[in-house]
């Protein structure tokens, strides 16, 4: 089966511009998940949809941030304006579920995100 | 909230020996435990994981993990490492008990396997 599909891969920016990362999940997988991850760093979770609803923002800055999963397939995630700490890694992943039963969750290969 | 914590920062092994890769953790409930490795310029790979059952756990890659309660480990072990093994590894953990609970990921081990 096909794997989570990110694009652009690298977007180098300057600070104050806006930029959008796009993701496609696994064909089937109701739940998305957006992270960041800062050199040195694991993953640090931004925004978790549950098919086209929004279960976990909590760490998502929304004052420069935004996401959305329309028709609950693939979603797109927006900064604006950038900030020269938001750059990192921006990690797409799909899993079947998201609730109690553990599901595994599958990665993109990221959007490297560098702001000048 | 639940946390990671991987007090390595790299592990090196020779060729050939048994690697071992730290992990503790800290729920308030039962945990589900979960090891990725990250090789460069690419998203994680799911490597294993532990919901319940057996302690010992087998995965891909030839990579197993022992969960131990009472010590709150979930360590990450290969009993020949390969130098395709050299890579970036994470630990996770979400609680079993709150079904949306975000999964934390630790800081990562970088392991170097020397030929």
């Known amino acids: 089966e096909a794997g989570v599909a990110q694009s652009p891969r690298y977007k180098i920016i300057e600070k104050r511009q806006s930029v959008a990362f796009w993701c496609n999940p696994i064909?089937?997988?109701?739940?998305l998940y957006w992270y960041q991850q800062i050199l040195g760093q694991g993953p640090k979770l931004l925004i978790q949809?549950?098919?086209?609803?929004?279960?976990?923002d909590s760490q998502l800055p929304k004052d420069r941030f935004s996401a959305e999963r329309l028709k609950g397939v693939d979603s797109t995630l927006k900064i604006q304006p950038a900030k020269l700490e938001d750059s990192a890694v921006y990690l797409c992943?799909?899993?079947?579920?998201?609730?109690?039963?553990?599901?595994?969750?599958?990665f993109g290969p990221g959007t490297r995100l560098t702001v000048t | 909230a639940q946390s990671v914590a991987q007090p390595e920062d790299q592990v090196n092994v020779a060729e050939g020996n048994p690697l071992t890769v730290k992990c503790t953790y800290s729920?308030?409930?039962?945990?589900?435990l979960f090891w990725y490795v990250q090789y460069p310029n690419r998203g994680l790979q799911f490597l294993l994981k532990?919901?319940?059952?057996?302690?010992l756990v087998k995965g891909s890659y030839g990579f197993e993990a022992e969960f131990n309660k009472s010590q709150t480990s979930f360590h990450l072990k290969k009993p020949s490492a390969l130098v395709s093994d050299s890579a970036l590894y994470f630990c996770?953990?979400?609680?079993?008990?709150?079904?949306?609970?975000?999964?934390?990921f630790g800081k990562g081990n970088q392991v170097v396997v020397i030929p």
């Open positions: 532990y919901i319940t059952g057996d302690n």
């Open positions: 949809f549950q098919n086209n609803g929004v279960v976990d």
């Open positions: 992943a799909s899993s079947q579920g998201a609730g109690a039963a553990g599901y595994e969750q599958y």
């Open positions: 729920v308030s409930g039962n945990p589900y």
């Open positions: 996770a953990v979400r609680d079993a008990l709150r079904g949306n609970n975000r999964l934390a």
């Open positions: 064909s089937g997988h109701a739940t």
